[in-house]
């Protein structure tokens, strides 16, 4: 088993993020209030979604957060606007900025086609962060992807690593229990998708090191 759990560890997938930037939409651009230096300017507008969900909306919360602390360790934490359907979400970012906010940070892909919105509301002087889309040049969002099929990837070996830490005490038949299985809410070929695939194949990779072993 301790052979086992250190052939799995050595396994290391590196996940590259690009940086592209953004600009340009169709509607009438908010008039820009100067930044506070308190670092309560910064917003997060979720993807439809809420800051406990132990995913990209959290982690792009969490991360808001410890950038302030950083520079200010009384902060308590970035303003939040959890929109429940897209009806919502695409009102949500000009509320937001009129609010005061002029650093938007936008997790998830559903806030792709609302980017050039964004852009104009936000003009020269404002900011966005946009996980996991594509910005299509425009200069005031930056956005960030990563390669979801790389992350699917790891994160099928992670969780075979975890079965076996798991069930590190029991006899060698814990290998024949294994199974697993991904769920993805949405079909979407950037990010959903691809990570799945890259999850089925950990397991095939998984099954080939095994068959690899027996051989030898």
């Known amino acids: 088993m301790k052979k086992l759990l250190s052939i799995?560890?050595?396994?290391?997938?590196?996940?590259?993020?690009?940086?592209?930037v953004v600009a340009c939409g169709g509607v009438k651009e908010i008039p820009f209030d100067s930044y506070k230096d308190d670092y309560s300017d910064i917003g997060l507008i979720t993807?439809?979604?809420k800051t406990n969900d132990k995913s990209f909306n959290e982690s792009g919360y969490n991360a808001g957060n410890n950038f302030a602390k950083q520079f200010k360790a009384d902060f308590k934490e970035i303003s939040v606007t959890q929109p429940g359907s897209l009806s919502e979400l695409s009102t949500s970012y000009a509320k937001s900025i009129k609010s005061g906010v002029n650093t938007l940070i936008l997790p998830g892909f559903q806030h792709q086609t609302y980017v050039p919105k964004i852009s104009k509301l936000m003009g020269e002087h404002r900011s966005a962060v946009f996980l996991d889309g594509d910005?299509?040049?425009q200069n005031n969002v930056i956005g960030l992807n990563y390669k979801s099929d790389i992350s699917g990837f790891y994160a099928g070996f992670a969780s075979i690593i975890e079965f076996f830490n798991l069930h590190a005490d029991e006899n060698k038949n814990a290998m024949n229990t294994l199974k697993l299985a991904t769920f993805g809410g949405i079909a979407n070929p950037v990010a959903v998708t691809p990570y799945m695939a890259g999850f089925l194949a950990a397991i095939d990779a998984f099954d080939n090191?095994?068959?690899s072993q027996d051989t030898n």
């Open 47 to 49: 993807d439809t979604g």
């Open 135 to 137: 910005t299509n040049g």
């Open 209 to 211: 090191l095994m068959s």
């Open 8 to 20: 799995l560890g050595a396994v290391g997938i590196v996940a590259s993020s690009a940086s592209t």
